[in-house]
């Protein structure tokens, strides 16, 4: 949780000078909190007992964590694809992250159907 908070503090501060202007800061913004905010919200449910969503909410803290790798892999795609690496930052700050907290919902979708079926 220390490192959370110290990588996702981070993450805002940068984010406020993000190349690519609002469109990146606010992207970046958002993974930030979104880091964050899971992480906390993970660490509470755990405190109270509830390990399914202390697990749902850390599938998403990790999504965000993941992020730095996602964008190493898109920025270069991206960069090619548009000739322009503005551009390509612009969308890199947002397909970073959104991706993969689609994944994380589908993910913790399938973990709620198997839980209850067993129930």
Known sequence: MIFVALSGLS??????FATGG?????GFGSLGIIWLSTTYWAYRAVKQGKIVLHQQLMTYSYAA????VTLRIWLPLL????????????IVAWLSWLPNMVVAYIRNQSISKVSMNTN
């Open 79 to 90: 960069i090619i694809t548009f000739q322009d690496f503005f551009i390509a930052y612009k």
């Open 11 to 16: 993450g805002l501060y940068i984010a406020a």
């Open 22 to 26: 609002w469109v990146s800061m606010l």
């Open 65 to 68: 964590c993941f992020a730095a």
